[in-house]
C-alpha cells in the first residue's frame, strides 16, 4: 500500500545535538511538508517541498534544515540552534502544492531534548 | 491573512449523544475547507472536505456544510461511537500554494 513513512517513531537528543528525522513516500507525489505539533497549538508549517531539488521555509523555520534530492524522500534536520524542539513532528505529501490537494500524513516523530 | 478557530475541547459525551464541533475561518477569497482526524498516536488523515460555498462534505457518518455567510464550517455525527475519541481539526487552504492553515484542534472522548 502507499503510504508514508516516518522514521524513528521517538527520538531523544541531548542539547547541542542535531538529529535528522526521516520521511519517505511512494505515492509520487510531488509536493512534501514538515508540520510541527504541539500540544494546543494545532500544526505548523516548518518547510515545504514542490519538486526535487526545491524547497521552501514555513512559518517557523528557524533552526530547521531540510533537502530533497530524490521525490521519494524529504529529511528534516533539527539543529543545535532550535531553541525548543521537543515536539510531535509530521511528515505529509500532496499531488502539488497548489489547489485543494488532499494532505496524506505519516505516523509522525517524538523528538524529546533531555 | 487566514485563520481558523475551533471550539475548546475535551469534548466528553456518551456512546449515541450527537455531535458538534464548532468551526469558523477567516480567509480571503474562496477558500477550501477540511476536517482531519488523529487517532491517539498517529498522524492526520482526512475525514472529509469542502471546495465551494454550500458543498457538504461527509464520511464515516460525519457532515459539515461550507457555510460562507457565516464563515462557518461545523462538524457534526448523529451518534458517535467509542472508536470516534480522537482529535478532530479543522483547516483551510486557499488559492494559490496549498498551506494548509489548521486550528487548535479539539479532543472527543466518547464513552461507553
Known amino acids: 500500500d502507499g503510504g508514508i513513512t516516518q522514521s524513528p517513531k521517538y527520538l531523544f537528543r541531548k542539547e547541542g545535538q542535531n538529529v535528522t528525522l526521516s520521511c519517505e513516500q511512494n505515492?509520487?507525489?510531488?509536493?512534501m511538508y514538515w508540520y510541527r505539533q504541539d500540544p494546543g497549538q494545532g500544526l505548523r508549517l516548518i518547510y515545504y517541498s514542490q519538486i526535487v531539488n526545491d524547497f521552501q521555509k514555513g512559518d517557523i523555520a528557524e533552526g530547521y534544515s531540510v533537502s530533497r534530492e530524490k521525490k521519494e524522500s524529504f529529511p528534516l534536520t533539527v539543529t543545535s540552534a532550535q531553541k525548543n524542539p521537543t515536539a510531535f513532528y509530521l511528515c505529509?505529501?500532496?499531488?502539488?502544492?497548489?489547489?485543494?490537494?488532499?494532505?496524506?500524513f505519516g505516523a509522525g516523530s517524538r523528538l524529546t531534548v533531555l | 491573512g487566514n485563520s481558523v478557530t475551533q471550539m475548546e475541547g475535551p469534548v466528553t459525551l456518551s456512546e449515541e449523544a450527537f455531535l458538534t464541533i464548532n468551526c469558523t475561518y477567516t480567509?480571503?477569497?474562496?477558500?477550501?475547507l477540511f476536517w482531519y482526524v488523529q487517532y491517539p498516536g498517529e498522524g492526520l488523515q482526512l475525514l472529509l472536505k469542502?471546495?465551494?460555498?454550500?458543498d457538504k462534505g461527509s464520511n464515516k457518518g460525519f457532515e459539515a456544510t461550507y457555510r460562507k455567510e457565516t464563515t462557518s464550517f461545523h462538524l457534526e455525527k448523529g451518534s458517535v461511537q467509542v472508536s470516534d475519541s480522537a482529535v478532530y481539526f479543522c483547516?483551510?487552504?486557499?488559492?494559490?500554494?496549498?498551506?494548509?492553515?489548521f486550528g487548535t484542534g479539539t479532543r472527543l472522548l466518547v464513552s461507553p
Open positions: 505529509a505529501s500532496s499531488i502539488a502544492a497548489y489547489g485543494a490537494n488532499v494532505l496524506t
Open positions: 480567509a480571503t477569497g474562496y477558500p477550501s
Open positions: 469542502a471546495t465551494k460555498a454550500d
Open positions: 483547516a483551510l487552504t486557499n488559492t494559490g500554494f496549498q498551506k494548509l492553515v
Open positions: 505515492l509520487n507525489h510531488d509536493a
